[in-house]
Antibody
Framework: QVQLVESGGGVVQPGRSLRLSCAASGFTFSSNAMYWVRQAPGKGLEWVSFIWYDGSNKYYADSVKGRFTTSRDNSKNTVYLQMNSLRAEDTAVYYC???????????WGQGTLVTVSS | QSALTQPASVSGSPGQSITISCTGTSSDVGGYNYVSWYQQHPGKAPKLMIYDVSKRPSGVSDRFSGSKSGNTASLTISGLQAEDEADYYCSSYTSRSTWVFGGGTKLTVL
């Protein structure tokens, strides 16, 4: 079955960087696009980024554009989210998710909490 | 990109039907048949319940159905059960090659 396991979350000071990882199994990772979606404490879902199956296309939410970068290593079945210049408003649970058809966020991992605080 | 508009809360008794609306614009909900609905129980990851406006993934109960008219999509849950109590989010692909979520609706089963 599909498994997505995020890691790399933690407490970080404003302005610093953090890299999240998401290890995938149970499906052909190299054939599927992937997403990052976040959820601030007690708030709703916010789409963060999308990366095509081969990494050739990437899209970002305006709120993170220029600060966050998504990448993938198909040899390791892993997708990454590099987060720079972190702000307090980036505090959230970050989920990675598998794509279904190029436009559908299908399966979600359990998430990793990122707290930006001094 | 503004969030899609959902009611903050809805409620219903066991066995009843409820409908949750999701209003966007012609650049998202109205422009594409790529509306999805997610169920999220407290402390859990979201689960895909409906995709492409009205399709159900394998394993999702047929009590869940989706539809769309113009810029508004809807999720209907029939034969409400206690385990349906959760937060529900709609999502749509947009003309900017981005995705947008609704603010979420808390469903209470009375």
């Amino acid at each position: 079955q599909v498994q997505l396991v995020e890691s790399g979350g933690g407490v970080v000071q404003p302005g610093r960087s953090l890299r999240l990882s998401c290890a995938a199994s149970g499906f052909t990772f190299s054939s599927n696009a992937m997403y990052w979606v976040r959820q601030a404490p007690g708030k709703g879902l916010e789409w963060v980024s999308f990366i095509w199956y081969d990494g050739s296309n990437k899209y970002y939410a305006d709120s993170v554009k220029g600060r966050f970068t998504t990448s993938r290593d198909n040899s390791k079945n892993t997708v990454y989210l590099q987060m720079n210049s972190l702000r307090a408003e980036d505090t959230a649970v970050y989920y990675c998710a598998k794509d279904r058809s190029g436009v559908v966020i299908e399966y979600w991992g359990q998430g990793t909490l990122v707290t930006v605080s001094s | 990109q503004s969030a899609l508009t959902q009611p903050a809360s809805v409620s219903g008794s066991p066995g009843q039907s409820i409908t949750i609306s999701c209003t966007g614009t012609s650049s998202d909900v109205g422009g594409y048949n790529y509306v999805s609905w997610y169920q999220q129980h407290p402390g859990k990851a979201p689960k895909l319940m409906i995709y492409d406006v009205s399709k159900r993934p394998s394993g999702v109960s047929d009590r869940f159905s989706g539809s769309k008219s113009g810029n508004t999509a809807s999720l209907t849950i029939s034969g409400l059960q206690a385990e349906d109590e959760a937060d529900y989010y709609c999502s749509s692909y947009t003309s900017r090659s981005t995705w947008v979520f609704g603010g979420g609706t808390k469903l209470t089963v009375l």
